[in-house]
């Protein structure tokens, strides 16, 4: 298929970063990955610790009553990097600008942060989501954190519900619709480097052509 794009979502511990790096290695495509938040502090003008936590994270009901009620006590010492964080709306909506203008100069690789969803009618755009075996993924977090594996598995849980949450809040795609992707990869039983085939032999070894 024609594809200047890729994007990538994910189970965590699924190993989309380490496909990621393969493929823009490979291919010699600019990958956005980890340095997605920091790209989107920048834009707000603030230290990228502060927006860490809303990373990929749509706030509950209690967290959005928790942080108001903090905000408006005048008891507590709050930091000034959490007083003056966006909004976790506008922390989305400038993660999708970020992804937008980085899209308008592909080749791209981009790994989560709804942008399946995100260039979803984008022609051109492969579409990947890598899963795996809870248990498969929990021994890949603990080699990873050293955490134990009951901490690993909570990790793992979480992370995923929070990707899927956001992903649904802010840009009403439900991650798991098989109709979102071309491919859909289980590394827990093809390797890394058969996941790297799969996807160059769908793209036609990384050949762009051109309409």
């Not at 809040?169 to 098989?178: A, F, I, N, S, T």
Request: hydrophobic fraction near 45%.
């Amino acid at each position: 298929m024609q594809a200047d794009l890729i994007t990538i979502s994910r189970e965590f511990g699924a190993g989309a970063s380490e496909l990621a790096a393969l493929l823009g290695a490979r291919l010699g495509w600019r990958v956005l990955d980890a340095d997605i938040p920091l790209e989107v502090a920048k834009r707000f003008g603030v230290v990228p610790d502060s927006l860490e936590q809303w990373d990929e994270h749509a706030p509950s009901l209690f967290e959005k009553i928790g942080k108001s009620l903090m905000l408006s006590s005048p008891d507590l010492v709050i930091d000034p990097d959490v007083a003056a964080r966006p909004e976790a709306r506008e922390i989305a909506e400038a993660t999708r600008h970020v992804l937008l203008d980085a899209a308008a100069t592909p080749p791209l690789i981009v790994v989560g942060h709804g942008a399946q969803a995100i260039f979803r009618e984008r022609p051109h755009t492969l579409h990947l989501r890598l899963v795996a075996p809870l248990a498969v993924r929990v021994q890949r977090i603990v080699a990873r954190r050293s955490l134990a594996e009951k901490d690993a598995t909570a990790t793992a849980l979480r992370v995923d519900h929070e990707r899927a949450h956001y992903v649904k809040e802010y840009l009403g795609c439900d991650v798991r619709d098989p109709l979102l992707y071309a491919l859909q990869i289980n590394t827990g039983t093809v390797t890394m480097t058969e996941a790297l085939a799969l996807v160059l032999n769908l793209i036609g070894a990384g050949i762009v052509h051109q309409d």
